[in-house]
């Protein structure tokens, strides 16, 4: 018969017997009685034995240490064995490398939108997969993907090899390279005599026919453009062009390495560099973005003349994102972009420069589908005619964004919306007193069969406020916003209701966010669901209600979500 792997342990137990070792003096446990002459002998006989016991067992308990960590170590080997990462391909592994992280997320400057990994850190990207065992090594090695992604940084160190390991490793995929200014300006002059940046920057231009997408963050007129010269007209891959200077240079004209990108779709520039000194035939970039530089001043943003002149040279736009300030020398003449889908445009004023109604004259949309405006200096006005006459001339037009941080008469925001009779999805930021927009929203008038915004099925609503003053909006706020929901989802069963909406017009999901500070949440929370329970139809089971967390600019927000649920 087997013995049993473990009967050595039972035996063992089986020999510690628990009335071995019997108090000699169990009468005196427990009181203050002083033992006898004879009883402290035997207390002292007793005591050998225990302490000579203990010894004896702690020497079991370290060979039963020693023996429970070998059988754990042998049992973790083993159970490797038996992992499911052991049955994956190669092919297959390299297809999931592919999706990881090409680095640690880093964003530079701290203020731009732009997202870039750090390539050459060894806790993070392919250096971290080659470090896992053996043949994770094997495969990242040969997944050439996975190094296609180069940030470099220019500093007071050498990063040829690595970047000559990516290259190397990379074979001849498509890259995404990365090439920044170090962030500190006193820092900045003094690796500019530094020989090594530039050789690191040779060995990229050296790939320049492999660039797919670029990220430049260097000073316009600094000496690190030159080390780039070989890249000049071998750039026919590039799809994606990022150019974001540092500060340090009046001089601003877009460097005369990029010339002949015929197959360039995406531009990206900020404040430091004008499209002056950009080619002029630009009909295959269908996507721009012209951002701010740091700060939130107005001198911070790039003047409107600049942003519509080199509109102007890119016919086939589709989508437009600008950071820019109404300040211009010259008069704002009329643009027709035909193509442009998306316009997006954050605006900065001074009471010296242009009004907003000259640019909202000048622009002809035809096939806008999305407009975004906003402005977060209180002293911009709207406008509202003339931006009224842009959303008319936009018959496509079907998502509208608009924040304004003026003090706003409502009737101005009613006038714009009622232009808007095709949009589906509508986001606003209303001040308090804006309740009746909400109301003017939820009711037709005497004059009209469908309610404003007839082909309404989304709106998020939200409040323009400061940390500081973040609170809750008045009951009115409130009370407008859930009429307007009840009756635009026909919620309710009012005659108004079931007389002006039928199904092609009823609005499907409605949010209002708010700016709440983490220690009155749930007061706030609290509040909301009081006032929900007294919302007649808001409890009907055609509408599902949501609480939702997040954040706006770093702020905490609560959303209350309505949902219309759809006919089964």
Known sequence: MARSPWSKYEALLAH??????????????????????????????YLDGVDNELQHLESILLKLAERRDSLRSSADGHRALLSPARKIYPDLLREIFAHCPKGAPTHYPDTTSISLPDNFSPRHGPLLLTQI????????????????????????????????????????????????????????????????????????????????????????????????DGAKGKM?????????????????????LFTGLS????????????????????????????????????????????????????PNLESCSL?????????????????????????????????????????????LSALTITSQFPSTPLDHGALSSLIARCPRLTSLFLAWYSALEPEHIIEVLRQASR???????????????????????????????????????????????????????????????????ALSNTAQSEATLDSKHLLHRAELQLKIPPDTQAVT?????????????????????????GEDGGYPTLAIQLVRRRPQ
């Open 423 to 489: 949009v589906s999805s509508l986001r606003l930021r209303l001040h308090e007193y804006s309740a009746e927009v909400l109301y003017c929203i939820s009711q037709s008038t005497a004059s009209e069969l469908l309610p404003m915004l007839p082909s309404l099925k989304e709106i998020h609503i939200s409040m323009i406020s400061f940390p500081w003053s973040a609170h809750l909006p008045s009951d009115d706020f409130f009370a407008a916003f859930f009429q307007m929901v009840t009756r635009r989802m």
């Open 16 to 45: 510690l017997d628990p009335e071995e070792h019997i108090s000699p003096v169990p009468e005196l446990l427990g009181t203050n009685t002083v033992p006898s002459s004879t009883q402290a002998d035997a207390i002292r006989q």
């Open 323 to 367: 950071q820019c300030s109404m300040f211009t020398l010259t008069s704002i003449t009329n643009t027709t972009m035909v193509e442009l889908k998306d316009f997006e445009i954050q605006m900065a004023y001074h009471p010296r420069d242009r009004k907003p109604e000259e640019l909202w004259n000048a622009l002809q949309l035809p096939n």
């Open 525 to 549: 929370l609290h509040h909301i669901d009081t006032v929900l329970d007294r919302m007649e139809g808001l409890n009907s089971e055609d509408v599902d209600r949501h609480i939702v967390h």
């Open 263 to 314: 197959g360039l779709t995406y531009l990206s520039l900020n404040r430091h560099v004008s499209g002056e000194g950009f080619p002029e035939d630009g009909s295959s970039i269908k996507h721009l973005c012209y951002e701010k530089h740091e700060g939130t001043h107005g001198g911070s943003y790039v003047p409107i003349g600049e942003c519509l002149e080199i509109m102007r040279r890119l």
């Open 236 to 256: 026919e891959r590039l799809r994606h062009l990022t150019v974001h200077p540092s500060p340090g240079f009046n001089q601003r004209i877009m460097p005369t």
């Open 133 to 228: 065992c053996r043949s994770w090594r094997q495969t990242a090695i040969t997944a050439p993907n996975i190094w296609s992604t180069i940030r470099f940084v220019l500093g007071p160190r050498s990063k040829a090899d690595p970047i000559n390991l990516w290259l190397e490793r990379s074979a001849n995929c498509d890259l995404t390279i990365a090439v920044l200014e170090h962030p500190n300006p006193s820092s900045r002059a003094a690796l500019w005599g530094l020989r090594f940046n530039e050789e690191a920057l040779g060995l990229l231009a050296s790939q320049a026919h492999r660039w797919k997408t670029a990220f430049f963050s260097l000073c316009i007129g600094g000496p690190h453009w030159h080390a780039l």
